[in-house]
T-cell receptor, first 113, second 111 residues
């Protein structure tokens, strides 16, 4: 157990809908990262927050947004969902802004029908 | 050319074998190299983390980095069925603000 928690574990929704994924980092970790994992693209970095502020952005679509709250938990919002958004979404955390020792949560499996 | 290339396998070995997993990369600015293990339906787990070239050993695992060849390896000695998983390489460095992952190699260790 990495200490990173993610809810929900599974999510099934329809195209066009909006969902929110939640992540709680390891105790004391200030950085949160979001990733998308699909069979064809592998693990893709979406966005990083450090202590409430956006620090780095990857291949995140404009339909997706995230935030980190004062208690350091983070939410990833996915809107106008498309079939291609079906994937595993992982949250990871690290102690500082450095991205080199990240600890991953168990993931949320999103299915868009 | 993709930044990080990793043979997806699958790789099947008998218990006790030495396993070699590899990645190649194209970005010469990469300086930080990691190996993650991912069991089915679980999140990736950090196994090894090395900086620049050289070797690092941790128990049955050895990570090697050859920056001149842009090639990294993970060796698993005395492989066990519990090592059966997907192994992902990841790297970063220079102005690269993110981890770039390989697509992973699926390893099965047969008892």
């Amino acid at each position: 157990d990495s200490g990173v928690t993610q809810t929900p574990k599974h999510l099934i929704t329809a195209t066009g809908q909006r969902v929110t994924l939640r992540c709680s980092p390891r105790s004391g970790d200030l950085s949160v990262y979001w990733y998308q994992q699909s069979l064809d693209q592998g693990l893709q970095f979406l966005i990083q927050y450090y202590n409430g502020e956006e620090r780095a952005k990857g291949n995140i679509l404009e339909r997706f947004s995230a935030q980190q709250f004062p208690d350091l938990h983070s939410e990833l919002n996915l809107s106008s969902l498309e079939l291609g958004d079906s994937a595993l979404y992982f949250c990871a955390s690290s102690a500082g802004p450095s991205l080199y020792e990240q600890y991953f949560g168990p993931g949320t499996r999103l299915t868009v029908t | 050319q993709k930044e990080v290339e990793q043979d997806p396998g699958p790789l099947s070995v008998p218990e006790g074998a030495i396993v070699s997993l590899n990645c190649t990369y194209s970005n010469s600015a990469f300086q930080y190299f990691m190996w993650y293990r991912q069991y089915s339906r679980k999140g990736p787990e950090l196994l090894m983390y090395t900086y620049s070239s050289g070797n690092k050993e941790d128990g049955r695992f050895t990570a090697q980095v050859d920056k001149s060849s842009k090639y990294i390896s993970l060796f698993i000695r005395d492989s066990q069925p519990s090592d059966s998983a997907t192994y992902l390489c990841a790297m970063s460095g220079g102005s690269n603000y993110k981890l770039t992952f390989g697509k992973g190699t699926l390893l099965t260790v047969n008892p």
